[in-house]
């Protein structure tokens, strides 16, 4: 977690230092004095990397007066917006994910000292794929999407990322990359429109300003200052600000923690939105509900090492484990006099209650039936459970935690 800090930290430096270009523009513009603020900071090397990686290439790779060109004319933003809107959303889901792999992990450890974080990970992520990476506190997550992204050297394996290693790789890489952290600060002065059409200056092919904060549903917010807006319409800057390049690969990391359920639901649209564009999406998150709704596929990470890796339905066998058939029995009528069939495979009792463990389902709730109705019995609370992607979760790490 040590470096999410470093990110953000140099990530507040380089809007500091955005900010003071901006400054630097409206004093161009309006003949003023620009505001008080610290100018544009020496930052070593690296740190100026990480800064700009956070969102974007890098520092600013034009001028001051280049920074605002970035953003298009609103008629061409509301243009092209139409039309992302226009784009069959059906034939989008069908065709977006790609055997074309995005990112190839074969491997990968890293040892902190005597700690091995990351003990030999193998995985694969498709283009146009919504990849979610699950594990408890300490698994070793952060680690390998900080390797992934770049920030963090491995200790050993192959990693590579839109086909190049990123450890090794440049601008141009990073520019095909959004990163969305769990807590990030945009310049509190600056409003929405300004501040992301200060980071579009930095992309060659930015998108525009007004189709971003479409996409993250801020179109509302353009004239907002940053300082002034809710919790939730922040983290939409946040993407939006990842968005802004226009990237082909998303990380996500834990994008809904501590969203109230309402702010959820239209984060979840929000990223179903960029999956319908066609973007390749690396998310972490604590949230199940979250990986089921949004994932194409998930792999869940123990100890440092993937113990299981699937779709949602499939994932650790939950599609071919057995389901579960719970109900009450009247007063005064005991387990055994139920139909051999189901009394065979009882699991559970407590009092009335009566949990019966069924492979196929079908056949036990016939015989059940019918054996109830033949005796005029009422079998209350009547239900068939199948196991929940949080239940498969827990068996997979439950040795782990
Ligand atoms: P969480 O869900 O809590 O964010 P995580 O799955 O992201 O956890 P990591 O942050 O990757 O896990 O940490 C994996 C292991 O590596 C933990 O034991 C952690 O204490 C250790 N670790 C992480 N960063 C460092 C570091 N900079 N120095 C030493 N140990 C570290």
Redesign the pocket.
Known sequence: ???IYKHIKAHHQWHRQAAAALDQQRLARDGGMPAQRGGPESAGAADADSAASVHGPGPPARGGADVLAGARPDGHAAKAAEAVRREPAARVARERVSRTPVIEVRGLRKS?GS?E?VAGVDLEVCAGEVFAFL?P???????TVEILEGYRQRTAGHVSVLGADPAKAGRAWRARIGVVLQEAEPEAELTAGECLSMYAGYYGRPRPVAQTLDLVGLAGQRATRCGQMSGGQRRRLDVALALIGDPELIFLDEPTTGFDPAARQSAWAVIAGLRDLGKTIFLTTHYMEEAEELADRIAVLAAGQIVAQGSPATLGGRDTEASVISFTLPPGVPVTDLPPAVAARVTRTAGGHVEVEATSAGPLLAELGGWAEAHHLDLLDLQVHRHTLEDIYLQLTRESR
């Open positions: 977690m040590a470096l902190y700690i974080a594990g506190n300490g698994a070793g997550k952060t680690t």
